[in-house]
Structures are given as C-alpha cells and as structure tokens.
DNA sequence: CCTTGACCTTCCAATGATGGGAAGGTCCAT
DNA sequence: ATGGACCTTCCCATCATTGGAAGGTCAAGG
C-alpha cells in the first residue's frame, strides 16, 4: 500500500534532476560519457532513477560548483566508491585543482592589472585619443 | 633591385604567422569569421600579408593576451579604425571586460577557499577517511 | 628533368560542458 | 479522446583553438 509512497523511490530523469540540481540534459550526458551507470528503464523506455542514483548526482553536481573537470570527478567517484581507498589520493587530486585554478587566476588577475592601468589613463571622453587602443596597436 | 627586400613586404601566412605570433590556422579562422578582410592572394591562391596585416594580426594578439573575447575585438578593431570614435567606448569596453574577469576570478577563488580548507583537514595518508570526499557526498 | 621537403590550400573533426530545439512516443487527467 | 506535461533520440551551437588528411605549389639540388 504504501510501496509508491516510501519504498521505492523510483523517479523520471525530471525528478531526478530537480532533486540533484542537475539538468536532465546533463543526466543523458553524464550516462552517454559512462559518468553515470546507465540507468534502469520502464517498459516504454524511460529512464528510472533511485536514491543511490540522486546520491551520486549530488556528488558530481557539488564537484562540478567547485569546478572539477568531468573526468577528475569520474576519478573521484571511483576513490568514493572504494572503501580502499587512501586520502591521499583525494587530496592529491584536489590540491592539483587548486593550483590549476591559482594558476588562472592569476592570469585573469594580470589581464586586469594591465586593463585597470591602461583604462585609468583613458579619459573616457568624446575624444579618440586611447592609451588602451595605443597598447593594442603595440 | 632592393624591391624585393625593403617594398614589396608582401609574405605568405607563415611569415605573417611568425610577425604576429598568430597561427596560421587562426588566421585563416579569424578570416573566414570576418574578423580579417580576405587577404589577397597569388595566382596560385597563396594568401598573401603586408605589414599592415601583420599589424591588425598584432592587435589581436595583444588584445587575446588581455582576455578580449573575438566579439568583442571585432568592435576593438572597428573603434581604432575609426578616427571619429570617443576614447569612451573603448574605456567601457574594457572596463565591462574587467568586470567579467573579476566575477570569475572571485568564483574561482570561492572554490580555491572552500578546497583549501577541506584539503587542510584531510589527512592525505593511507587512510580512506577524507573530508572532501563527505562534502562532496554531502 | 625529377625528386624532395617545406610550404600552402580546403575540409572535417575534436576539445569541455552545456543548452536549444526538432520530431516523435508516453502517461495521466479531464 | 484530447491536451498537456512529460519522456525519447538526434543534431546543432557555443568559444577559441588545434590536429590531421588529401592534395597543390615552389625552390633547391642531383
């Protein structure tokens, strides 16, 4: 009697998503790239998903907003689902990531230091004359 | 005599490719985008530069160099041309793109704090025990 | 004259993560 | 039975750039 309401928590790609706040599109794509298991289907071919499956949804959602690329992520899940697994490699991982990320960070930080010093000698008038086209046109 | 080595300063798309630190293959890109005018070509359909490409292709180069998406050199490329244009727009331009940069920059540098503090509390030994790997399992 | 190697040409495809949309099937409520 | 909200697959676009295939051109040297 109450199978549908508590146990099996079978849910369509579009329950899926709003609960992982990932996009169905990305769903199919994840699964297309073997990020994701390929997911059960009912008789008319639609995708079903469980909790495990939200689960490991959040997981690569959560990974993507601290900007993993896909396949470090794909890397992670595999250290996550290892019970075997050493810390290490997790934080090896990450730490490659954040000097990836510190690298281009400073070198947007460089384009706006050079862009701020030449913007704040532009008068930003009516006329032509512009330091920043002069240090464009070398 | 000396036509060919100082007048004619006429050359192929490598050597316009070596003076302006633009691939060939981009410059044929930036051509067929319309960011270039089509370059002349020899009877054999060589396309062929003078140093007033290689000067455009320069201002591109630097302007990349400072992060400027295409679209936006388009209207770079445009506004230096143009003697009747205000040094306004150009200082809006690069000041939006300032803007932009600095969005990212502070999104990435979000994800470098939160990495670092979980990195900080992981162990990274042998063990499987990892901090990251619960925030990203939430 | 012919070969070799370094050029050049066009066209097609891949990268990384995501979104948009078409054409068509399914499910459920009215 | 009809409509609307889902779902399916497939193709295309983004952004800037690179790679490669297949083929043409050119100059130097044997």
Redesign the interface.
């Known amino acids: 009697m109450n199978q549908d309401m508590t146990i099996g928590r079978e849910m369509t790609i579009g329950h899926a998503a709003k609960s992982s706040a990932v996009s169905a599109k990305m769903i199919r794509h994840y699964e297309s790239i073997g990020l994701l298991p390929k997911a059960q289907r009912t008789e008319a071919g639609y995708r079903l998903y469980d909790d495990t499956d939200v ?1 490991t949804l ?2 690569i959602q ?2 993507r ?3 993993f690329p896909l396949e470090t992520i794909r890397t ?1 899940l595999a ?2 689902r ?7 490699q ?3 991982l ?2 490659r ?2 000097a990836e ?2 690298r ?2 400073a070198e ?2 460089a ?2 230091r ?3 010093h ?2 704040h000698n ?9 330091p ?2 002069d ?4």
């Open positions: 689960h959040r997981f959560r990974a907003s601290l900007g992670l250290l996550w290892n019970r075997r697994r050493s810390s290490a997790v934080k090896e990450s730490l990531h954040v990320l510190e281009k960070i947007m930080q384009m706006v050079t862009l701020k030449l913007a532009c008068h930003g008038d009516e006329r032509p004359d512009c920043i086209l240090d464009l046109a070398g």
